[in-house]
């Protein structure tokens, strides 16, 4: 078991003539994610990599293959487009990769994806895995390893030191989350950790986040009320100025609102371990698994 | 992005707010000939991107050109919150007879613009929504359908009484949230909103913030951006296709990804030391933002130490490691810098750094540890 995808789930790309989605393609494929067809307006009737037929539209790529997952790699002005286009066709899960997308672009995106009825993850993440049967994004492969931790993130590349870290320490991840740095976006960790709480394969939460933005202490409402598997949580950030973007558009303290203090104390209260640095997560993990 | 008042006034005044008159000024005889030509008494303003002019003494009341000459040499080269003043605006002073609040912002939790009107204005709005939220009006925006007429009235309503200052403020909702669209805001405020001794509904503050993310799409905004107003090594890095924060510390940080670098500065001062920047090479490994970076952060001359953490995904660490060879080459450090990498290519990297003289570790801790101790002038543990 896992959460959002499994060695089931069929995949269209969407830009996958581009330059990241070509190369990702390739490394999803290496993987042994179930690639079933890309888009690329004007490109429809070519094989990508010999083996992958490319549609002019998600519409045509979801009738011709069944896709019920699609990932985005096009520039962010199009990247709105392209969510609405993959809910319209029917696709069930979402991937936007892309950085950069205009905020209010999204806040056209997410109602229209709510009324599809379709589970939008990012955009600005890394995408999701479920280690040893499919990977939907940009996350390394190799860096994981199956097992019993979720783990869910606004991050990238800290993501990718944490799961490392757990993965040295023999420590194996049902699926690993990345939801995006941005501040408007579809998966938050709520809907995170409800999959996790539900899936039987997962043990324990790993839990990053950031400074920014009220989701981790909604989060943390939710693992003291509704869940009764262990969670640990990190929060990125602690040394970041007031009202400066940290990079990601959604890590910005915003007055006194957004602080990592009020975060970790939100964790605490909640009863969840608090790593204070990432190598903690593998100590507190196994304390309570 | 921020933007000047003065740029912010301009792009409401498109839309058709009422706005006083006024010019900016960077000498105080041109704020003296401005005052002549506006007539009467003028209000002289600090134009900088920080809260808080007033009680700074950045806006100021002349009642006569010499005035207004006098108040801008005055205004003029202070500093408020660390920020130069280059700029004054001189505008035309407007009796007062009440003050409201009205802003939109990117609001996360519901994921759209939020409409907030409050007739305590003129204060600072989170005190308000803190102590007193009963006074605010909260109004999600669909910005599918945009603001209806009768959202704008239901504005204007609990504001004023008066049918005439309702349907004057209505119109400022409507024109307001049309700058906020056009422009790709994430913020923009009316603070105060006044109602003149004659009656009259006009803005006499504005703020406007402008997503980044915009700024592809509106290349027109770009022009306003102010680089005085920044850091010089902020405006280089971002030259740079880097993100770059310069703080106070001594050890220069070198990461790839937001959050990591995050997590490292948080590390950095976990084991006792104090990080001297923020600075994301972001994912993609091209050994030319390794030079740029590296050329940044050595000119900051309160960095003490370097130190690079690289997490290889889709950044090859091989391509790191040949820009912190490339660069180093051309220009020799002066001070010690300390290498972590792992992940994609990293056998590679590591031999192209021994074989330069250069040491690396795995180890994101024993990396961090080494760097902070190699700042405060002792030997690496």
Same mark, same amino acid.
Do not use: W
């Given at each position: 078991? #896992?959460?959002?995808?499994?060695? #089931?789930?069929?995949?269209?790309?969407?830009?996958? !003539?581009?330059?990241?989605?070509?190369?990702?393609?390739?490394? +999803?494929?290496?993987?042994?994610?179930?690639?079933?067809?890309?888009?690329?307006?004007?490109? %429809?009737?070519?094989?990508?990599?010999?083996?992958?037929?490319?549609?002019? #539209?998600?519409?045509?790529?979801?009738?011709?293959?069944?896709?019920?997952?699609?990932?985005?790699? =096009?520039?962010?002005?199009?990247?709105?487009?392209?969510? +609405?286009?993959?809910?319209?066709?029917?696709?069930?899960?979402? =991937?936007?990769?892309?950085?950069?997308?205009?905020?209010?672009?999204?806040?056209?995106?997410?109602?229209?994806?709510?009324?599809?009825?379709?589970?939008?993850?990012?955009?600005?993440?890394p995408?999701?895995?479920?280690?040893?049967? *499919?990977?939907?994004?940009?996350i390394p %492969?190799r860096i994981c390893t199956?097992?019993?931790v979720?783990v869910?993130s606004r991050s990238g590349t800290l993501t990718y030191e944490i799961v490392y870290q757990l993965t040295r320490a023999g420590m194996?991840q *049902?699926?690993c989350?990345g939801?995006?740095?941005?501040?408007?976006?579809?998966?938050?960790?709520?809907?995170?950790? *409800?999959?996790?709480?539900?899936?039987?394969?997962?043990?324990?939460?790993a839990m990053m986040g950031e400074?920014?933005?009220?989701?981790?202490?909604?989060?943390?409402?939710? =693992?003291? !009320?509704? +869940?009764?598997?262990? =969670?640990v949580g990190f929060i990125a950030g602690q040394t970041a100025?007031?009202?400066?973007?940290m990079g990601?558009?959604?890590?910005?303290? #915003? %007055?006194?609102?957004?602080?990592a203090?009020?975060?970790?104390?939100?964790?605490?209260?909640? %009863?969840?371990?608090v790593a204070k640095r990432p190598i903690d997560f593998v100590t507190l993990l196994k304390?309570? +698994? | 992005?921020?933007?000047?008042?003065?740029?912010?006034?301009?792009?409401?005044?498109?839309?058709?707010?009422?706005?006083?008159?006024?010019?900016?000024?960077?000498?105080?005889?041109?704020?003296?000939?401005?005052?002549? &030509?506006?007539?009467?008494?003028?209000?002289?303003?600090?134009?900088?991107?920080?809260?808080?002019?007033?009680?700074?003494?950045?806006?100021?009341?002349?009642?006569?050109?010499?005035?207004?000459?006098?108040?801008?040499?005055?205004?003029?080269?202070?500093?408020?919150?660390?920020?130069?003043?280059?700029?004054?605006?001189? @505008?035309?002073?407007?009796?007062?007879?009440?003050?409201?609040?009205?802003?939109?912002?990117?609001?996360?939790?519901?994921?759209?613009?939020?409409?907030?009107?409050?007739?305590?204005?003129?204060?600072?709005?989170?005190?308000?929504?803190? @102590?007193?939220?009963?006074?605010?009006?909260?109004?999600?925006?669909? @910005?599918?359908?945009?603001?209806?007429?009768?959202?704008?009235?239901?504005?204007?309503?609990?504001?004023?009484?008066?049918?005439? &200052?309702?349907?004057?403020? /209505? &119109?400022?909702?409507?024109?307001?949230?049309?700058?906020?669209?056009?422009?790709?805001?994430?913020?923009?405020?009316?603070?105060?909103?006044?109602? @003149?001794?004659?009656?009259?509904?006009?803005?006499?503050?504005?703020?406007? /913030?402008?997503?980044?993310?915009?700024?592809?799409?509106?290349?027109?905004?770009?022009?306003?951006?102010?680089?005085?107003?920044?850091?010089? /090594?902020?405006?280089?890095?971002?030259?740079?296709?880097?993100?770059?924060?310069?703080l106070?510390g001594d050890v220069g940080c070198i990461v790839n990804g937001a959050g990591l670098a995050m997590a490292t500065m948080d590390l950095v001062k976990y084991y006792g030391g104090e990080p001297a920047n923020f600075l994301d090479i972001g994912g /993609?490994s091209?050994?030319?933002?390794v030079?740029?970076a590296?050329?940044?952060i050595?000119?900051?001359?309160?960095?003490?130490a370097i130190l690079f953490n690289i997490f290889g995904g889709i950044t090859r660490t091989d391509d790191v490691a040949?820009g912190i060879?490339?660069?180093? &080459?051309?220009?020799?450090?002066?001070?010690p810098i300390v290498i972590r990498l792992t992940g994609t290519n990293e056998e590679?990297a590591m031999?192209?750094l021994t074989?330069?003289?250069f040491t690396a570790s795995s180890d994101m801790d024993e990396a961090v540890k080494k760097a902070v101790a190699l700042a405060k002038?002792?030997?690496a543990a």
């Open positions: 078991m #896992s959460i959002f995808i499994d060695n #089931s789930t069929t995949v269209i790309v969407q830009g996958i !003539t581009g330059r990241d989605g070509g190369f990702h393609t390739k490394q +999803m494929l290496e993987y042994g994610t179930r690639i079933v067809g890309g888009v690329t307006p004007g490109k %429809g009737g070519q094989t990508f990599d010999g083996t992958v037929p490319v549609f002019n #539209s998600v519409h045509a790529a979801v009738k011709a293959t069944g896709a019920n997952t699609s990932v985005i790699y =096009v520039p962010p002005m199009f990247a709105a487009d392209a969510m +609405m286009e993959a809910a319209d066709a029917g696709i069930r899960l979402i =991937v936007c990769i892309t950085e950069g997308v205009p905020v209010l672009d999204m806040t056209r995106v997410y109602p229209f994806v709510q009324e599809k009825g379709a589970r939008l993850l990012g955009p600005n993440c995408g999701l895995i479920t280690p040893g049967q *499919s990977k939907v994004g940009i %492969g199956p097992g019993h979720g869910v194996g *049902s699926s989350v939801i995006g740095g941005d501040p408007i976006n579809g998966t938050n960790f709520i809907d995170c950790l *409800s999959a996790f709480e539900n899936d039987p394969d997962t043990h324990a939460v400074i920014g933005g009220t989701d981790e202490q909604e989060a943390a409402e939710f =693992v003291a !009320t509704r +869940m009764t598997k262990p =969670v100025p007031a009202g400066r973007r990601h558009a959604g890590a910005i303290i #915003s %007055g006194s609102a957004g602080t203090t009020e975060k970790i104390e939100a964790f605490e209260q909640a %009863g969840m371990g304390a309570r +698994m | 992005m921020n933007i000047h008042e003065y740029q912010a006034k301009e792009l409401l005044r498109a839309e058709g707010v009422p706005i006083p008159p006024g010019e900016i000024a960077s000498t105080p005889e041109q704020a003296e000939a401005i005052a002549k &030509k506006l007539g009467g008494m003028v209000v002289v303003k600090a134009q900088v991107h920080a809260g808080g002019r007033g009680k700074a003494g950045g806006v100021k009341l002349a009642k006569s050109p010499e005035e207004a000459r006098e108040l801008a040499s005055r205004i003029l080269g202070m500093k408020i919150k660390g920020l130069t003043v280059h700029t004054v605006l001189v @505008t035309a002073a407007a009796e007062i007879a009440s003050e409201a609040y009205v802003g939109i912002i990117l609001d996360r939790a519901t994921k759209k613009p939020v409409f907030m009107v409050s007739a305590a204005g003129g204060i600072d709005i989170e005190e308000v929504a803190a @102590t007193t939220p009963e006074k605010i009006l909260k109004l999600p925006i669909d @910005t599918r359908y945009g603001l209806l007429a009768y959202q704008a009235s239901e504005l204007g309503f609990f504001l004023f009484d008066d049918l005439k &200052k309702v349907r004057a403020a /209505s &119109k400022i909702m409507m024109a307001l949230y049309q700058a906020f669209m056009k422009n790709g805001a994430s913020l923009a405020e009316i603070n105060p909103l006044v109602v @003149t001794l004659a009656g009259d509904v006009i803005a006499l503050d504005a703020k406007i /913030s402008i997503d980044d993310n915009e700024l592809d799409r509106h290349p027109e905004l770009e022009a306003l951006r102010d680089e005085t107003a920044e850091e010089p /090594s902020e405006v280089d890095a971002r030259n740079s296709h880097l993100t770059f924060i310069k106070d /993609s091209n050994p030319e933002k030079v740029n590296l050329r940044i050595t000119a900051e001359p309160h960095v003490k040949n060879v490339t660069a180093t &080459k051309a220009n020799p450090l002066k001070i590679i031999q192209i074989e330069n003289g002038g002792g030997q």
